[in-house]
């Protein structure tokens, strides 16, 4: 699997990348200097955004709403730009709110509903948030009554066809590892989803996280080997027979004072997913397994001035996560890259 990834990242770097300018002012210009772009082969070749999960990962930029990794930096990508990058092609989220969340805003910067300074100061997490009023007209949603699953497209079928979009974002709502029997993680992961509904497009890259509905199963030491064993080894297994490509994604970083937790255990909480992402992110960098550290906003000294409710993070964070996700998907000149997998390395 390494040798696969290797010869991947070799054909990756003969593609040609053109220079542009990518700072909208002069403050992140400056910023960018001695940088290279995050999620090029340069730099997800040589180490994750952070060393490890602590507070000092990147600076946000509370004027632009905008955040720059310590190692590299990010292109401000439009909608429009993510729409000429993505064609028509399906880009798939799989598991509970926090990656929902991903999800709806990757869909929302392609439809240029919201952009970093027009989100609201809120979560995307439809509950207890009344933003789910404005995004239920945008989506086609599915559930069949003898499988659990409920499913999202972006966008709706007729917003699709006035804008001849040919574009999808896919979400499957696998809050919780009881959903994952009868097959349909098989099914998902090996481009079979279409048994819930014929009129959904094939994926070209699934993106992956759960967990935190199953808190339970690695809240006690040691939490890194728990949440492999009894959390990540699920998708893990799986993609070793999966034909499609997948990616797996890190838990937010938790705010403790934010966090509810009925037994008053917030602080352990945030700990456990703490642990957690460290084991995972060590993991997959050492045996070359694709994972995106979305979590990586969150390793900052605001954190708990970005995250709505300790556990969900405002809106305009997701977009700045949509923008991150199209710089590791696309190329400079905004074409899709022939081995995506090898720039989530």
């Known amino acids: 699997m390494i040798f696969i990834y290797l010869i991947l990242i070799l054909l990756s770097l003969s593609c040609s990348i053109s220079s542009q300018n990518f700072g909208r002012d002069s403050e992140r210009a400056f910023s960018h200097q001695g940088k290279v772009r995050c999620g090029g082969l340069k730099h997800s070749k040589l180490t994750r955004l952070c060393d490890d999960t602590d507070n000092n990962c990147g600076v946000w930029n509370m004027t632009e709403r905008f955040w720059t990794p310590n190692k590299c930096?990010?292109?401000?990508?439009?909608?429009?730009?993510?729409?000429?990058c993505i064609g028509n092609r399906t880009i798939a989220f799989m598991g509970d709110s926090q990656i929902r969340d991903i999800a709806i805003a990757t869909a929302y910067l392609?439809?240029?509903?919201?952009?970093l300074n027009s989100a609201p100061d809120e979560k995307f997490d439809i509950k207890g948030s009344g933003a789910f009023r404005h995004y239920n007209n945008k989506f086609d949603m599915f559930k069949k009554p003898d499988n659990a699953i409920r499913f999202y497209t972006y966008p709706k079928s007729d917003i699709a066809k006035s804008k001849n979009w040919n574009w999808q974002i896919q979400f499957f709502d696998l809050y919780n590892l009881v959903f994952l029997d009868d097959g349909k993680l098989y099914n998902i992961m090996n481009n079979n989803a279409t048994y819930l509904n014929s009129s959904i497009n094939k994926m070209d890259i699934l993106f992956v996280n759960w967990g935190l509905h199953n808190q339970n199963y690695f809240f006690d030491a040691p939490q890194g080997k728990n949440y492999h064993k009894?959390?990540?080894?699920?998708?893990?297994?799986s993609r070793n027979n999966s034909v499609l490509p997948t990616v797996y994604t890190s838990l937010n970083p938790q705010c403790a004072e934010k966090v509810y937790h009925p037994l008053k255990k917030h602080v352990l909480q945030a700990e456990s997913v703490e642990k957690a992402n460290a084991y995972i992110n060590k993991?997959?960098?050492?045996?070359?397994?694709?994972?995106?550290?979305?979590?990586?906003?969150?390793r900052s000294s605001n954190r708990c001035?970005?995250?709505?409710?300790?556990?969900?993070?405002?809106?305009?964070?997701?977009?700045?996560?949509?923008?991150?996700?199209?710089?590791?998907?696309?190329d400079r000149n905004m074409k899709w890259r022939n081995f995506p997998l090898a720039h989530f390395l």
């Open 73 to 84: 930096f990010y292109q401000d990508i439009s909608g429009e730009q993510a729409r000429k």
């Open 110 to 115: 392609l439809m240029d509903v919201y952009d």
């Open 283 to 298: 993991f997959t960098l050492e045996n070359a397994i694709p994972y995106w550290d979305a979590g990586a906003v969150l």
């Open 230 to 237: 009894n959390i990540f080894s699920i998708w893990y297994n």
């Open 305 to 330: 001035n970005v995250t709505a409710d300790g556990v969900h993070v405002k809106m305009y964070v997701d977009i700045m996560r949509a923008k991150m996700l199209f710089n590791h998907l696309c």
